[in-house]
């Protein structure tokens, strides 16, 4: 079997980079500049390395982006008080709460308090509507980075079994929807699968694209996979191991059992996680050419 072509999200965010440079400078030209507030609740080591990464981008773009960063004992009130703020706030195209938030904190009220005009990771409910009826204002930037992934790499998933592991707001419903969406390059026939699936390999094996979102490191191996697919790794995980810095990241893949089957397949890290951030600027750039 022919050695799997390995999608990159590091080559296809710079692609996008690319392809925003005019629309930014075009909303420079009328004294318009893209901005992010994002709001960080805590200490959470992962949330903090993804919140520098999308912090060190948006510099590098020179667009506006400023972190509003709150102790994890931070009162509901007061995170919901911030809010409002930053949704009254014309400086700020976008608003982002890092996700997760402590358990006193009611995530759904948080995200359901951002206007839906700012709400770059297109979580709140009248977004997820807009979704769900195929008239998007945004798409949640992981799975809104996975479609354009395979747009790049030309992988179109008409008249293809697309199967979806894993069915949360963030990752796994929203790309259910946008695989099996008459447009072009989807229009799959998607079928969710998750904790309470019996038999999970039994519709894995005859997916010919499986996108995997999980959480479980090395979930998928090479058993529950048919030659030729298409895997997509959502997950990135932190192991244990005995390097200088202690572990490794890893996907949702056991990697070097299912790359020698699949056809295409990202890599973990380099492969969905650019994309995300990717997609959140150029929901951001949405949200200022949207406001003008």
């Given at each position: 079997?022919?050695?799997?072509?390995?999608?990159?999200?590091?080559?296809?965010?710079?692609?996008?980079?690319?392809?925003?440079?005019?629309?930014?400078?075009?909303?420079?030209?009328?004294?318009?500049?893209?901005?992010?507030a994002?709001?960080?609740?805590?200490?959470d080591?992962?949330?903090?390395?993804?919140?520098?990464?999308?912090?060190?981008?948006?510099?590098?773009?020179?667009?506006?982006?400023?972190?509003?960063?709150?102790?994890?004992?931070?009162?509901?009130?007061?995170?919901?008080?911030?809010?409002?703020?930053?949704?009254?706030?014309?400086?700020?195209?976008?608003?982002l709460?890092?996700?997760?938030?402590p358990?006193?904190?009611?995530?759904?009220?948080?995200?359901?308090?951002?206007?839906?005009?700012?709400?770059?990771?297109?979580?709140?409910?009248?977004?997820?509507?807009?979704?769900?009826?195929?008239?998007?204002?945004?798409?949640?930037?992981?799975?809104?980075?996975?479609?354009?992934?395979?747009?790049?790499?030309?992988?179109?998933?008409?008249?293809?079994?697309?199967?979806?592991?894993?069915?949360?707001?963030?990752?796994?419903?929203?790309?259910?929807?946008?695989?099996?969406?008459?447009?072009?390059?989807?229009?799959?026939?998607?079928?969710?699968?998750?904790?309470?699936?019996?038999?999970?390999?039994?519709?894995?094996?005859?997916?010919?694209?499986i996108?995997?979102?999980?959480?479980?490191?090395?979930?998928?191996?090479?058993?529950?996979?048919?030659?030729?697919?298409?895997?997509?790794?959502?997950?990135?995980?932190?192991?244990?191991?005995?390097?200088?810095?202690?572990?490794?990241?890893?996907?949702?893949?056991?990697?070097e059992?299912?790359?020698?089957?699949?056809?295409?397949?990202t890599?973990?890290?380099?492969?969905?996680?650019?994309m995300?951030?990717?997609?959140?600027?150029?929901?951001?750039?949405?949200?200022?050419?949207?406001?003008?």
């Amino acid at each position: 079997m022919s050695e799997s072509l390995i999608l990159s999200g590091k080559e296809v965010s710079a692609s996008v980079y690319d392809d925003l440079s005019d629309r930014i400078d075009a909303l420079l030209d009328n004294d318009i500049i893209p901005g992010l507030a994002v709001v960080l609740v805590g200490e959470d080591s992962a949330s903090q390395v993804y919140v520098r990464s999308k912090t060190r981008t948006f510099n590098k773009l020179k667009l506006h982006t400023k972190t509003y960063e709150l102790p994890s004992n931070v009162t509901e009130e007061k995170l919901l008080s911030l809010i409002s703020e930053l949704n009254d706030d014309p400086i700020f195209h976008g608003i982002l709460v890092q996700l997760p938030l402590p358990k006193h904190i009611s995530s759904d009220k948080v995200i359901n308090s951002i206007l839906p005009q700012k709400d770059v990771d297109g979580f709140h409910p009248e977004n997820a509507g807009l979704l769900s009826i195929g008239r998007p204002r945004f798409i949640p930037c992981t799975p809104k980075g996975i479609m354009r992934i395979l747009q790049h790499y030309q992988i179109d998933l008409r008249r293809k079994n697309v199967v979806v592991l894993g069915r949360s707001n963030i990752v796994g419903r929203p790309i259910s929807i946008l695989t099996s969406l008459k447009t072009e390059g989807a229009n799959g026939t998607t079928t969710i699968c998750h904790s309470g699936t019996p038999d999970i390999e039994s519709y894995t094996k005859r997916a010919d694209v499986i996108i995997v979102a999980l959480g479980v490191p090395g979930f998928l191996t090479s058993d529950m996979v048919k030659d030729n697919a298409v895997v997509i790794d959502v997950g990135i995980n932190r192991v244990d191991d005995d390097s200088d810095k202690g572990y490794k990241l890893v996907g949702d893949v056991e990697w070097e059992g299912v790359c020698r089957k699949a056809s295409a397949i990202t890599p973990v890290p380099g492969g969905v996680g650019p994309m995300t951030i990717a997609m959140l600027v150029e929901n951001t750039i949405e949200a200022a050419e949207n406001l003008q």
